[in-house]
């Protein structure tokens, strides 16, 4: 339940300190007294984001404070020591804004985030005013009302969990179907051009070593021709024929021996030169011809079939258009694109089964959760139908309808949900945006709210903004005596401008607006047994003179047995 709320410098309020007993509280005051300053302000507490407009005039801070007493609430408690929130049985939030440096929010002195704290307060604390009013009537909305009353939390976890894996594999399976239909338009005309290029096995590099083996064939058919010829030259000189020539002849003088044997002695040398010369012609010859024989071992090519071969690569390069040196890679290119594509039909064929498997899980979950809205559907219709007679509708027939969307695959399952009603006795079941007035919605509401708050633990808190709008006396006083039964087991905040709803409450609260010198301020002031009485009273007959005190004492101890 919520135990005390304070507000400092928020709109008009300049400090208000407000303790909260069980039961149900109403909270009264005139139009623009700054009732919904109070509504704002616990608003603003359990998730609101807050503007920096709220803080009050002339101030550069405001404060909201609120605190809870969850000593009963097992599972609120587990959640605050599971994230590091220590708690004594009390729930305290506090929020503070600056005007220059933003807000800043504490869970038990503890700093915390809006969006925390308004998962934390969902099932503590119901807040229903003006724009909750235009919720019920939003049919897109019902499904979230539906599954606050069937409060399954565990199976919406594992259907959310199993919708996230379905869509997450859907996505990658629906990216390797378009790459593989792209890959499969392409994949007919790989594997021929694959089956043609792989007759011709050519390797990497394989064109530039061709083109290298025939310039190294080039170069040394072209050294040997100048070396062979050079060896043709060396084969045109006879040194034998000299030397033979010598050997027939010597020279004689017989007048003078000196001189013969002296020339003798030079031919002999000149002939031993021109030996030496025989043996190192020969020897370069030999020098010759081991480069010859070398450079013919080296490149022992057929060049026929090296320029086939080249000319070969060159065909195919033109025909595919491939830069020369490249078409290795283009071969490897084609291969990798055709493997690329068997693999994708594998990953294909694995991620269609997964893909069966999460959405077999997803289904499975949904089934469960449209079969417990089904059930809870069921419920609070018959609660809000037994409510509505109660609060005068007597021949509206409500129900809500829970049909499975084939189609539909979201977070939330698969179920359309839509809040449906005849109120009139032989009408035909509309949905309610189409035939609800303002009077009768406020009643609706009510029995709605109520039929969610069998749900809340003991310690919930559901607040009601003008509930009572646009309903007669009589309906009104039905409507306050729901809001006292409920009560019982929650506790219930009014913010009303019906005097039957303040004179049923266990606590009522008065708020008024006034003016000092240089500002105007709202106060918010408990009253006493008496003082109610007369608030009251003056709420029944608009003057709250003691003659229409009287009556309306009547009038509510006619009605209401607590006063």
């Known amino acids: 339940m919520l135990k005390a709320l304070y507000i400092e410098n928020i709109v008009l309020i300049k400090k208000a300190h407000l303790i909260f ?156 179907k378009c790459n593989l239909q792209k890959a499969e338009i392409e994949i007919n005309e790989l594997e021929e051009m694959d089956a043609e290029l792989s007759k011709y096995d050519i390797q990497e590099n394989e064109e530039m070593e061709l083109i290298n083996s025939r310039y190294e064939y080039l170069k040394a058919n072209k050294v040997s021709e100048f070396i062979l010829n050079i060896i043709t030259k060396i084969d045109s000189i006879n040194t034998g024929s000299v030397l033979n020539s010598f050997s027939k002849f010597t020279y004689q003088d017989e007048e003078n021996k000196s001189k013969e044997i002296d020339i003798n002695k030079q031919i002999l040398k000149a002939e031993e030169f021109i030996d030496n010369a025989n043996i190192n012609i020969a020897s370069a010859r030999d020098i010759l011809n081991n480069i010859v024989e070398n450079f013919n071992a080296n490149c022992n090519i057929d060049i026929d079939k090296l320029e086939n071969r080249i000319d070969k690569i060159r065909d195919l390069s033109r025909k595919y258009r491939v830069p020369s040196g490249s078409f290795f890679i283009f071969v490897q290119n084609i291969q990798n694109k055709i493997n690329e594509t068997h693999s994708m039909r594998k990953d294909f064929g694995v991620l269609k089964l997964q893909l069966e498997k999460f959405k077999n899980e997803y289904l499975e979950y949904a089934k469960i959760i449209h079969e417990k809205r089904c059930k809870g559907g069921i419920e609070i219709a018959n609660f809000v139908n037994i409510m509505l007679k109660n609060l005068e509708m007597k021949d509206a027939v409500f129900e809500v309808l829970v049909k499975i969307n084939d189609d539909k695959i979201s977070q939330i399952g698969s179920d359309d949900v839509r809040f449906v009603a005849s109120l009139n006795l032989g009408s035909k079941k509309l949905p309610i945006d189409e035939i609800a007035s303002g009077g009768e919605i406020s009643r609706l509401i009510l029995a709605l709210k109520s039929a969610i708050a069998t749900k809340f633990s003991d310690d919930g808190v559901i607040i009601f903004d003008e509930i009572e709008a646009g309903l007669s006396s009589n309906i009104a006083i039905k409507v306050a005596q729901e809001l006292h039964k409920m009560s019982k087991f929650l506790q219930i905040i009014a913010i009303t401008h019906s005097p039957y709803i303040a004179g049923i409450a266990n606590n009522h609260f008065k708020v008024e607006k006034f003016n000092d010198e240089s500002s105007t301020t709202t106060s918010i002031e408990k009253l006493s047994y008496k003082e109610r009485v007369i608030e009251v009273a003056k709420m029944i007959s608009n003057d709250g003179n003691q003659q229409a005190q009287d009556i309306s004492i009547k009038i509510l101890n006619k009605h209401f047995v607590n006063l």
């Open 21 to 176: 007993e069980n039961g149900m509280t109403s909270i009264t005051g005139d139009s623009g007294s700054g009732k919904s300053v109070i509504l704002d302000s616990i608003n603003i507490i359990v998730g609101d984001r807050a503007s920096q407009n709220v803080i009050r005039n002339g101030e550069n801070k405001a404060m909201i404070y609120a605190e809870f007493d969850i000593s009963q609430n097992t599972k609120l408690l587990d959640k605050l020591n599971e994230f590091g929130y220590n708690s004594n049985g009390n729930l305290i939030i506090k929020k503070i804004i600056n005007r220059e440096s933003g807000s800043k929010i504490f869970i038990n002195d503890i700093p915390s985030s809006v969006n925390f704290i308004k998962n934390l307060t969902q099932d503590l604390i119901e807040i229903h005013g003006q724009m909750q009013q235009l919720n019920i009537l939003n049919p897109s909305l019902h499904i979230t009302i539906l599954d606050k009353y069937i409060q399954s939390n565990d199976d919406f976890e594992k259907l959310s969990n199993a919708y996230f894996k379905y869509k997450e594999t859907l996505k990658e399976f629906e990216n390797i």
